[in-house]
Structure formats: structure tokens, C-alpha cells
């Protein structure tokens, strides 16, 4: 990593595990539609919630999902690469860019003691578009003062992949390669 001058990591499925039952939270979607007598562009949780502007329903889904990942970050298992924040083998400045809620990231990162460790958190919420559009993770990379091609992403989805090709940051895979998301 001594060839980078920032790191930056995918929350879920890179440093914890959020526990989070998708099945759950896509069902609790569906309802905030049903509520609203509106059919949802497909069944998929992040289909539902890109479509849920259009149809008015915005800050009724997103707060859905958020709760979820909220209640799910506190018992969420940490993984490898959260011990390597707590041992502070990053000598360069961290920063997280994910397509959670920016709550339950930091939820997330301070029940596990890393809080410290990260320089800048950009959820799914703290800006206008999320993963795999660019924005998230170049905020990210702006706000730790370094360019983007000085810059690694550490990632477990495809999604992950695609967003820092769009933005001009190199990428890792946290495991042997994409996850579902």
C-alpha cells in the first residue's frame, strides 16, 4: 500500500459485516410501495430504492433501509481489514465511501473501536448519488486532500469496482473477487 498516499474502504463486506437481514429490509420497502399504492420498479432493495424519488417516496425508503443497517451495525462482526485500521498499519489517511447509511457507518466503526482510524465517512446519504456513480468516492478522496490516481478503493462488490474505475482510483478486491452487491 506504501504506493498510494489514501486509503479508502467499502464499509459492509470489507471492515464489518453489517447484520443486516437484506430479505428483511427489501420486504419493509415493498411495504412503504404498498403503503403508498405504488408498484416498485422490481423487487430488487437497491432498484426500489433508485426508483423511490420518482415516485415521491424517497425519504420514506431510504429511512427503511437506514433503520436496518442502524440497528445492524452494532452487532455487526468485524472483518481482517478492520484489524489492520486498529493496528494502524495505514500510515496514510483512511476513509470510508459506502453505499450504507452514513449513521450506521459510523455506528459501525465506533462499536468496533475504529472511529479514530478514519478520516472521512461518505454514505449512501451525504451525497446526492450513490455507488456506482463516481461522486461518493470522489468526495471521499477530496476531502482526505490527495488525488485520485494516489489513491487505492478496497472493495468487496462489482459495484465497488465500477466506482472507482469511474473515478480514477485504483481498486482492490478485499477477497478472491465480487460479492452480490
Not at 55 to 72: K, S, Y
Request: hydrophobic share 40%; glycine share 8%; with cysteine.
Amino acid at each position: 500500500m506504501t504506493e498510494y498516499d489514501a486509503i479508502v474502504y467499502d464499509l459492509d463486506g470489507t471492515l464489518v459485516d453489517l447484520d443486516v437481514d437484506w430479505n428483511a429490509v427489501a420486504g419493509d420497502v415493498r411495504s412503504v410501495y404498498a403503503d403508498a399504492n405504488v408498484d416498485p420498479p422490481s423487487n430488487d432493495l437497491w432498484a426500489m430504492l433508485e426508483g423511490a424519488a420518482s415516485a415521491g417516496l424517497a425519504d420514506t425508503v431510504e429511512e427503511a433501509i437506514a433503520a436496518h443497517e442502524r440497528d445492524g451495525a452494532s452487532t455487526s462482526p468485524r472483518l481482517a481489514h478492520a484489524n489492520e485500521l486498529e493496528n494502524g498499519t495505514q500510515a496514510m489517511p483512511v476513509g470510508v465511501c459506502s453505499l450504507n447509511c452514513e449513521a450506521a457507518c459510523r455506528r459501525a466503526l465506533e462499536s468496533h473501536g475504529l472511529a479514530s482510524a478514519v478520516d472521512v465517512i461518505v454514505g449512501r446519504d451525504t451525497v446526492e448519488t450513490q455507488k456506482p456513480d463516481p461522486e461518493p468516492l470522489l468526495v471521499a478522496v477530496d476531502e482526505l486532500g490527495v488525488e485520485p490516481a494516489d489513491t487505492v478503493f478496497i472493495g468487496d462488490s462489482a459495484r465497488d469496482e465500477q466506482t472507482a474505475r469511474r473515478a480514477g482510483v485504483e481498486f482492490e478486491y478485499v477477497g478472491d473477487g465480487p460479492s452480490g452487491v
